[in-house]
């Protein structure tokens, strides 16, 4: 595979509250290849942006792209990964610095921020991913009572 676009999508009920990731993995001619949405537990927005652009960098890997593009919502995590920002907190740190290892491994790599509308369907992923475990988790409180 040439070239891969990658938009993953992290999100938080509450700061930190329940999470969840969204990952789509497309081809240059924006056929998606995979897409997966997971809940994470309870996290923090920025940790749920990186668990999420975690998880898509290793999809991607599997398919060892001559170059990679990450498009991400989360303009903190965006400008940290260009080194314009410092990674101040100690919770993303351990984060970022995987992030960093993981697009290492790929010959050619940019990661950009994109408004929230252009990162619809990973959006979508995290966002269902919460509401299916927190549907589950009302479905076992009511099963107690």
Known sequence: MKQLVLHTDGASRGNPGPAGIGVVLQDADGETLEEQGAFIGRKTNNEAEYQALLKGLELAAAYRPEELIV???????V?????????????????FERVMQALSKFPKW????????????????????????????????????
């Not at 498009?71 to 995590?77: G, R």
């Not at 369907?121 to 988790?137: F, K, M, S, W």
């Open 79 to 95: 400008r940290q990964i260009q080194g314009e920002y410092r990674v101040r907190n100690a919770r993303l740190k351990p984060l």
């Open 110 to 145: 940019k990661v950009a921020h994109v408004r929230r509308g252009l990162n619809k369907r990973a959006d979508q992923l995290a966002n269902r991913a919460i509401d299916a475990a927190e549907g589950q988790l009302n479905r076992s409180a009511g099963q107690k009572n």
């Open 71 to 77: 498009y991400l919502d989360s303009e903190l995590v």
